[in-house]
């Protein structure tokens, strides 16, 4: 058996320092075999620039995915390019830079991860995400035959649409789990064709915010009085994630733990 680690989206200063500092000790507590961190939000603003990147990756992370702010920091367009532990949602159109599947090998056991995003309440300019992880799927146990566990990140809005994709790649996947919306959901559960399936993991950042964002910002935007800066809450650290114990020779999720915590 082994454990992967999921972490929610990182959100600001707050997160990825939360993140450099905290992730080892996670990684230990849990006993993860690999680490999957989404980091699209990392930067002070929206998106992660490299230096953050390789620091994810140096704290522990085996894969770093992305999402709609994937692109917001033009430089991490080079390590798109040239490495296959950062990747970026894969129904992007296919001239933009980076990929959205990569495959990992860690003491023998490889471990594909594919980043995908939902089309609802989201950038029109996707292709199906459906039809699309369908098909990578295939593409990846095709060219790798000895490859049983797949994780997919899927950062989507509507929770009908992850609900309707998770049912969609029942058996064919080994985990999909939502990132995205910054809430953590109280669904996790394993399909019956043996896939593990949480709405959405959550976030890493400030717990006393909302979604990331600090509230004495986000309150008054909603009251329609005058929008002041946006700017990302730093009190109080958590971290959301969630841990899939997987048999590695079926690549069925047996069990699935959330983490939901003050560090």
């Known amino acids: 058996m082994i454990n ?24 230990e507590e849990y006993n993860a ?9 990392a930067t002070t603003g929206n998106g992660i620039n490299e230096k953050y990147a390789y620091k994810m990756l140096e704290c522990g992370a085996d894969v770093i995915t ?27 159109p296919a001239d933009m830079a980076g990929d959205g599947v990569t495959v990992i090998e860690k003491d023998n056991i490889k471990l594909g991860v594919i980043n995908i995003m939902g089309k609802t309440y989201m ?8 039809k699309t992880l369908d098909k990578a799927v295939e593409n990846l146990k095709r060219r790798y035959d000895d490859l049983k566990c797949i994780i997919v990140d899927f950062h989507a809005e509507a929770t009908s649409e ?6 969609y790649m029942d058996g064919k ?36 915010s909302v979604i990331g964002l600090k509230k004495e910002i986000a309150i008054p935007r909603f009251l329609g009085e005058a929008q002041n800066r946006f700017r990302w809450a730093e009190e109080r ?10 048999d590695e020779n079926t690549g069925k999720t047996l069990e699935i733990t959330l983490i939901n915590k003050d560090v």
């Not at 992850?162 to 049912?167: D, H, I, N, P, V």
């Not at 999909?176 to 919306?181: Q, S």
């Not at 994630?241 to 997987?246: D, E, L, P």
Request: one cysteine or more.
């Open 33 to 41: 075999f690999f680490t999957v961190v989404n980091g699209e939000n």
């Open 237 to 246: 650290p958590m971290i959301n994630a969630a841990v899939f114990k997987i």
């Open 66 to 92: 992305l999402g709609n702010h994937a692109y917001s920091k033009p430089e991490i367009n080079n390590m798109l390019e040239c490495s296959d532990r950062i990747i970026r949602p894969l129904n992007y």
């Open 123 to 130: 950038d029109g300019k996707l292709s199906c995400p459906f």
């Open 162 to 167: 992850k609900k309707a994709l998770g049912f």
């Open 173 to 208: 996947i080994s985990a999909i789990y939502g990132t995205h919306t910054h809430v953590q959901t109280n669904d996790k559960r394993v399909l019956d064709g043996g896939t593990g399936y949480v709405t959405d993991i959550g976030m890493t950042g400030s717990y006393d």
């Open 4 to 27: 992967v680690l999921a972490i929610g989206d990182v959100v600001g200063k707050l997160g990825r320092e939360t993140v450099f500092s905290k992730l080892p000790g996670l990684i």
